[in-house]
């Protein structure tokens, strides 16, 4: 696993042992950003990773030009992985790990708030049992994101690209087994 563009481009990027955390391929990751830069630059742009596992996802943004990352992550081994990635791409000025499970975490991440570009990369069972559309659903009305912001939900290719509140479903792509669904904030 490795860095896919940007200023750190080629960088390898450590995860946990196990098969507890499910990484973004490089590949699906690789057309995510593809995806992202043709709608938008993420230059300056503030980033929060929910579920984030490695961080591959906001390192890869922050490699591509986004200001701040905020990462959620509950598991020690995971976060322990941020953090050697993190210091190996020399990046702790711009990143705030949150140590804990998403849905408790909303008062820490509103400190780093507004968010305009917003990762949940779960594991997919709780897209299907309904977890993930709880803990997005109270994201979106907290008041933590900008106005125009873009939530990416990652899920798996069984599920339907679930509704989450204050937001619009704009596009859904399948990768193999993963789906990458991308909603636009309706409220700020």
Do not use: C, W
């Not at 008041?143 to 509140?165: C, F, T, W, Y």
Request: charged fraction near 25%; hydrophobic fraction near 45%.
């Amino acid at each position: 696993m490795r860095i896919t563009g940007g200023v750190h481009r080629s960088r390898p990027l450590r995860a946990p042992a196990g098969d507890r955390t499910r990484p973004t391929s490089d590949r699906v990751r690789e057309a995510l950003f593809g995806i992202l830069a043709a709608r938008r630059t993420l230059e300056g742009m503030r980033v929060l990773d929910l579920y984030s596992g490695t961080g591959a996802l906001a390192l890869e943004a922050l490699s591509r030009g986004a200001a701040r990352a905020t990462l959620v992550e509950r598991s020690r081994p995971a976060l322990a992985s941020i953090a050697a990635n993190v210091s190996a791409l020399r990046l702790e000025a711009q990143v705030r790990v949150v140590g804990g499970v998403v849905e408790q975490s909303m008062s820490s991440i509103s400190r780093e708030a507004p968010f305009d570009l917003v990762f949940a990369d779960p594991p997919y069972a709780l897209v299907a049992n309904g977890s993930v559309v709880r803990a997005l659903d109270s994201l979106t009305q907290s008041g933590v994101l900008s106005a125009d912001a873009l939530l990416v939900l990652e899920h798996g290719k069984e599920d339907a690209s679930p509704a989450i509140r204050g937001t619009s479903l704009e596009d859904a792509r399948r990768y193999g087994d993963t789906v990458i669904a991308f909603y636009r904030a309706t409220v700020a």
